[in-house]
């Protein structure tokens, strides 16, 4: 079964400071790997996602992910937070043999501090 | 723009009463999802419906039950509502069979029940 781990809780960076959340799943074929990113008191927005060709992913809001398949990882990466940037993160996973469902990583609290 | 919509941002209810969460998409989805939000947990699938009258069980169904008469709305039942159901609830759809493309999600309902 296919599953993703965010490691990091909770994390903290300066205003202006670069960030990297990392995620790791569990699949022994090439995933769809998406990041979405959820303000307080609302429903989670798509940043980016990977499925297929360049393995470095743009995404809204000035972020990146890069898909390293050695490392079975998607880590989101932004080189300079804003406040704004306040936030849950969640990585998901989903593949095509198993259909129509992704699987969520537990989140990542991003709190910037000014 | 494309949406979906539930009906309740905040709700309260008693211990024992029946609850619906409504929700409704625009984008002629196939797939909708209810999903329940706690901290430290993620997110967890409570039931998902891949077309009209068609339901499956997520991982966390006990408690809960699931209506789809239309394809545009899918409604969450608490039978009987208890605190420990008191939760974030998220609404998603997607398209059958392109869960490449991700989700689309709600803004969520917070319940407590009391």
């Known amino acids: 079964a296919q599953s993703v781990t965010q490691p990091d809780i909770h994390i903290t960076v300066s205003e202006g400071a670069s960030l990297e959340l990392r995620c790791n799943y569990s699949?022994?074929?090439?995933?769809?790997l998406f990041w979405y990113v959820q303000s307080p008191g609302q429903g989670l927005q798509l940043l980016l996602k990977?499925?297929?060709?360049?393995?470095l992913v743009q995404g809204i809001k000035g972020f990146e992910a890069e898909f390293k398949r050695s490392q079975s990882s998607f880590n989101l990466r932004k080189p300079s937070v804003h406040w704004s940037d306040a936030a849950e993160y969640f990585c998901?996973?989903?593949?095509?043999?198993?259909?129509?469902?992704?699987?969520f990583g537990a989140g990542t609290i991003l709190r910037v501090k000014s | 723009d494309v949406k979906v919509t539930q009906s309740s941002r905040y709700l309260v209810k008693r211990t024992g009463e029946k609850v619906f969460l409504e929700c409704v998409q625009d984008?002629?989805?196939?797939?909708m999802f209810w999903y329940r939000q706690d901290p430290g947990l993620g997110l967890r699938l409570i039931y998902f419906?891949?077309?009209?009258?068609?339901?499956e069980k997520g991982d966390i169904p006990e408690g809960y039950s699931v209506s789809r008469e239309k394809k545009e709305r899918f409604s969450l039942i608490l039978e009987s509502a208890s605190t420990n159901q008191t939760s974030m609830y998220l609404c998603?759809?997607?398209?059958?069979?392109?869960?490449?493309?991700?989700?689309?999600f709600g803004s969520g309902t917070r319940l407590t029940v009391v």
């Open positions: 984008m002629d989805h196939e797939n």
């Open positions: 419906s891949y077309d009209v009258k068609m339901k």
């Open positions: 998901a996973v989903g593949a095509r043999e198993y259909g129509n469902k992704l699987v």
């Open positions: 699949y022994g074929a090439t995933p769809y």
């Open positions: 990977y499925f297929s060709g360049d393995t």
């Open positions: 998603a759809s997607s398209f059958r069979g392109q869960n490449r493309l991700g989700y689309t």
